[in-house]
């Protein structure tokens, strides 16, 4: 039956011309963006999950920086640490030529005291951004440790903890203090007392170097997981979300061959109700 009041043909293509309408729209988005599930209306479930992950992303890049900043401080400090070490190493040089009887202690004495003040004039200058790991108030509020954020840690649905890495300060400034604590030499029995302190001063020295060295490095380490973890994440946030554009584009070209069809479609069927009038043709 023919009707000039409902065309059914007509309903038909211009429903099938919406649809292709609406996937030629959301490809063409997809194309524009790159991003196949731009917003939760796309695919809610898939969506949420991105924003966690790239909720932690930001997290861990700011975790990258720092430590960073936590390497740069602890590296002055194992810097200053090793140098300590080498000019320690040199006093000690001198203090067991002072063993002997025909020397002159004095002028020995009048170098130890300028290396002594090389020392604390080193230890004085090993600070990174106000924070100096060989002092004994390492920030100027009497911590005696730094602590540095070193990573985000997640369990299923549970906030995530901040982990950190804690560094103790080497204290140089209390404990090779040569100023207050090296016997002054004056003869072969004061020269004597001297090599046994600077023997210990060196040892924990170098104690305090390792230490440091240890902690830089377990930094650099932890800085470059975390920066290998970010790049990951960033990838599987893109598996889950992003466009394959070779698979776009060829949809865009069927799509854009349906949208042809279906606008021929509904005008064939549009044209349906002109027949009509043959039929009261004389």
């Known amino acids: 039956m023919s009707s000039i009041l409902t065309n059914s043909s007509a309903m038909v293509a211009l429903q099938t011309l919406k649809s292709v309408n609406t996937s030629l729209a959301k490809t063409q988005e997809a194309i524009s963006t790159g991003k196949s599930i731009g917003s939760a209306k796309d695919n809610s479930a898939i969506w949420a999950i991105s924003k966690t992950m790239d909720s932690d992303v930001r997290g861990f890049k700011a975790i990258s920086d720092a430590l960073s900043?936590?390497?740069s401080t602890?590296?002055?400090?194992?810097?200053?640490?090793e140098q300590v070490v080498s000019v320690l190493q040199d006093i000690k040089g001198l203090v067991v030529s002072a063993q002997s009887e025909n020397v002159d202690h004095a002028k020995i004495q009048a170098d130890i005291?300028?290396?002594?003040?090389?020392?604390?004039?080193?230890?004085?200058a090993a600070q990174f951004n106000g924070a100096n790991l060989l002092a004994a108030d390492v920030d100027g509020n009497g911590a005696t440790s730094m602590s540095?954020?070193?990573?985000l840690d997640r369990v299923g649905a549970a906030a995530p903890t901040a982990?950190?890495?804690?560094?103790?300060?080497a204290d140089f400034e209390t404990d090779v203090d040569l100023v207050?604590?090296?016997?002054?030499?004056t003869d072969t029995t004061t020269a004597a007392t001297a090599l046994g302190e600077i023997e210990t001063f060196l040892q924990t020295a170098i104690d305090g170097a390792a230490a440091l060295g240890a902690s830089v490095g377990r930094i650099s380490s932890q800085n470059?997981?975390?920066?290998?973890?970010?790049?990951?994440?960033?990838?599987?946030i893109g598996t889950l979300v992003d466009a394959d554009m070779e698979e776009a584009s060829a949809r865009l070209q069927a799509l854009q061959v349906q949208q042809q069809l279906a606008t021929q479609s509904l005008s064939i069927a549009n044209q349906g109700p002109q027949n009509i009038l043959s039929l009261f043709r004389g």
């Open 224 to 236: 470059e997981f975390v920066g290998k973890l970010t790049d990951a994440m960033v990838s599987g």
């Open 69 to 71: 900043l936590g390497e």
């Open 163 to 169: 982990s950190t890495i804690d560094v103790d300060t």
């Open 74 to 81: 602890v590296a002055v400090a194992s810097a200053a640490a």
């Open 148 to 151: 540095i954020l070193s990573s």
């Open 180 to 185: 207050a604590d090296l016997t002054a030499i």
């Open 113 to 124: 005291d300028e290396r002594a003040a090389q020392v604390a004039s080193i230890i004085g």
